[in-house]
């Protein structure tokens, strides 16, 4: 299992008020799937995100990287962690206006004293390659479209050879047909190098080219789905909760 | 990462332009400032030493703090090998020899209280290029019997060039003699009080006024003032126990070192001033720059990069804006203290002065370097803060500012 959650849950202060974002939430991740976590928004598929990427911590449960127990540790290790095991692919790309698009992949390995120069040019020249971006690694940010920067994104995510991808909506900000392409993309990498990728969306057809989903419903999961040919075979469903979505399925 | 904060410092050209302005301009003010009080300390000083003490005065042991009441008891005999010693240091330009004492002046109607020096005319108008002779002409070796007198004395007695007066003192034996002289110039030096009250005449005329071959004090002309120290070290070596000091014109001047003091707090607080002024500019432009960046930063650290990586790229950020600031507020200040110190800025008298004069911006390497960490301290100063705030916000915190 590359993550592991044990009754996690995740509770914010709003003023007064606590909003329980993820309730004892129980899931395992096992490596090389293309996973799809679903829900309508405030279901807390961000805040599932953010724990497994280490850049949340819960305030009750464990959340398991690689076996690792990850509570406890400082923000530091944290980050360190997150260098070596975990990519991540923004729905607003955030990118670093400044670099061009060769600079933003080569980013993440500046961390890897290990790495020559010649060794991280030539992992960057190979992921603008992957990702179709080759003779565009001068451009900067602003000069590449929505579809190009998500695809520097998805290269800058893959540059550190991580266990697991994670990517917040990575559609949203792009019109249906780019966002397809993005995530044909996505499952093609997931195919070829067989690394972890996990995403949030609530758009339907983008869930459809998943091997596995999570249905997320009030901070819990209320079905866990897995693809076979073009169907979803559920293999844990909340019947309570699931009304909705069941609709959903079908329609 | 410098690559990073350097294409960053640049990202907003207008902001960081008006960042970049201001702290040129309060470097620049410090240079200019600086400049300006270093350039009172020099002529404050040189005026000292060209219309009063000299680099150094050899006198006496005991003559500076009780002399002035009784110079008669301190005399010097013997002046020639003393003399010969002291002009064989090369750093030495002239040495001239001084008696002084008290008296009345008469013109005939009425008496005026005086402090008399008895002096080498010559030489003496080689050292005092700072006395302003507003009546008259300069005291010569061959005026027997000339006397020049400070504008106050003269105006005090009513008398001017070509006057003659009447001198009375104590002689060494305690009697009374007078002399008649003749008023050959008025002068006016940096100081009031001394031209209220002093008057010169020749050494020889001094000394048969006082019935004496003695001297108070040998006064050393220096080519240059910032050898006074050196020299000073080197004749309180070589006069060891032989009764007599070596003051410098800093230690006879008890006031320079006052006024110094004065105007190094005034420059100090004023330091501070533009220092606060270049902190809150920065600190305004860094805060808003952070502000903006949040969710950049928070995709740093979810990429990998721990508190201390964003901790240093906002300081290297601002470093690199108080070292370009600080080194083109240095050249700024620079071309403004020459392009000013050419046309000079003309000056009224100081307190307790007669005469103005013109001041100029000097270019003193401290005060450069002080300028310099003014601009570059204040702003990485200004950094601290919103730095330290930022590598303490949580990831996700940060992250969400880019949504």
Known sequence: MVVRLEDVSKAYQLGEQTVDALREVNLSIEAGVFMALAGPSGSGKSTLLNLIGCIDTPSRGRVLINGHDVSGRTPDELSALRARTIGFI??????FPVLNAAENVEYPLLQFAELSRHERDERVRRLLHVVGLTGFAKHRPNELSGGQRQR?????????????????????????RTGRRILRLMRRINQQTGTTF???????????MAQRRIDLEDGRIVRLGVRTGSDWIYAMERKDDVSDDNEDAEA | ????????????????????????????????????????????????????????????????????????????????????????????????????????LNNGRSDWAIVGEGVEPDKEAQLGTYLKISAGRQLRDSDRAGLLLGQG??????????????????????????ME???????????????????????????????SDGINGLVVSLKETADTGPVANLLRIRFAGKRLEVKTWVELNDFYE????????????????????????????????????????????????????????????????????????????????????????PMP?????????????????????????????????????PAARMSRTPVVTALRANI
Do not use: C
């Open chain 2, 349 to 385: 008298p100081p307190p307790n002065a007669n005469l103005g004069y013109t001041a100029f911006i000097r270019v003193v390497p401290t005060v450069l370097a002080m300028a310099f960490l003014v601009g570059f301290g204040a702003t990485a100063l200004a950094t601290l803060l």
């Open chain 1, 152 to 176: 520097v994104a998805i290269a800058r995510a893959l540059a550190a050879h991580p266990k697991i991808v994670l990517a917040d909506e990575p559609t949203a900000n792009l019109d249906h």
């Open chain 1, 90 to 95: 923004f729905q607003t790309f955030n990118l």
């Open chain 2, 1 to 104: 990462m410098f690559t990073l904060a350097l294409r960053n410092v640049f990202r907003h050209r207008g902001r960081t332009a008006m960042t970049l302005a201001a702290i040129i301009f309060g470097v620049a003010g410090v240079v200019l400032s600086g400049g300006f009080v270093r350039d009172i300390f020099v002529q404050l000083g040189e005026a000292l030493i060209h219309s009063q003490t000299g680099h150094l005065q050899v006198l006496r042991t005991g003559y500076f703090e009780a002399g002035t009441r009784s110079p008669e008891n301190f005399r010097i005999e013997n002046i020639a090998q003393l003399r010969q010693q002291i002009s064989a240091i090369p750093e030495v330009q002239e040495v001239m020899a001084r008696v002084s004492f008290s008296g009345l």
């Open chain 2, 153 to 178: 004395v003269a105006q005090g007695l009513k008398v001017s060039a070509g006057d003659r007066v009447t001198l009375l003192v104590n002689t060494a034996e305690g009697a009374l003699n007078s």
């Open chain 1, 198 to 208: 996990v995403f949030s969306t609530h758009d339907q057809k983008i869930i459809d």
């Open chain 2, 258 to 345: 006052k006024t110094v003091a004065l105007y190094d707090r005034q420059f100090g607080v004023l330091q501070l001033i533009i220092l606060a002024m270049v902190l809150l500019s920065v600190a305004s432009s860094v805060n808003m720059s952070v502000f903006e960046r949040v969710g950049e930063f928070g995709t740093m650290m979810a990429l990998g990069n721990g508190r201390g990586d964003v901790f240093r790229l906002i300081l290297m950020e601002s470093a690199l804006l108080g070292l370009i600031g600080g080194l083109l507020g240095v050249l700024l200040g620079v071309v403004m203290a020459i392009a000013i110190s050419a046309i000079g800025i």
């Open chain 2, 181 to 211: 002289f003749e008023v050959v110039g008025v002068f006016q030096s940096f100081s009031k009080d001394f031209d209220a009250r002093t008057v010169r005449i020749p050494l020889a005329a001094a000394r048969e006024l006082l019935g």
